[in-house]
């Protein structure tokens, strides 16, 4: 079975210490955008790596959230 890959619109990452973010933009098979973040994170010798997709329905009410949620960090810092 050959494995196919959604071809990348749109890449970036933030490196915070032991961990990265990579923020892909990617096409889903209905030609359709969907946010790809992956954590990769590095202790001592094993590498781990977890997945989140986002499809494009979903963005709105995601973005929602995760600026809710920086919002509320960014308050409880000061």
């Known amino acids: 079975m ?7 619109l749109f890449s970036t990452k933030a490196t915070v210490g032991r961990r990265t973010y990579f923020f892909d933009v990617k096409t889903a098979k209905n030609s359709k955008p ?8 590095i202790n001592g010798e094993e590498k781990k790596k977890s997945y989140l997709n986002v499809f494009d329905s979903e963005v709105p009410n995601f973005h929602s959230a995760l600026t809710e949620a920086v919002d ?3 308050q409880s810092a000061k």
């Open 72 to 74: 509320y960090i960014n």
């Open 34 to 41: 969907f946010l790809k973040i992956t954590q990769s994170e």
């Open 2 to 8: 050959q494995q196919t890959f959604a071809p990348t």
